[in-house]
């Protein structure tokens, strides 16, 4: 299974699939995924930002570098578990 972060918001499940990559190659300040959630009152002011870091290289003239991430939305009951969603995700269902 590819590594992923997931979040669900109202009747979504947001799964985002990367390219896993070793430590010493993301900025030291940065990890490999990180999350930030921005609560306030309003709740059209909140935010979930799930965020993928690629290496960080120092890149020469015609170098070149890439990375790659998915991103995919699939409906799911606003009654569903976590536990159900865990293991929806653990089986690739989604």
């Known amino acids: 299974m590819k590594p992923f972060v997931a979040s ?3 009747g979504n499940l947001l799964v ?3 390219e896993k990559f070793e430590r010493s190659q993301i900025h030291p300040s940065h990890g490999l995924v990180e999350l930030f959630n921005h609560v306030e009152a309003s709740k059209s ?3 979930l930002e799930l965020e993928h870091h690629s290496p960080v ?3 020469a ?3 070149s570098i890439s990375a790659w991430q998915t ?3 699939f409906p799911i009951s606003p009654n569903a578990t976590m536990d159900y969603i865990r293991q929806q995700l653990k089986s690739s269902r989604f």
Request: net charge neutral; hydrophobic share 50%.
């Open 16 to 18: 985002v699939r990367f």
């Open 8 to 10: 669900v918001v109202g």
């Open 45 to 47: 002011n909140s935010f």
């Open 61 to 63: 003239p015609g170098e």
């Open 57 to 59: 290289k120092v890149l």
């Open 71 to 73: 991103w995919e939305v």
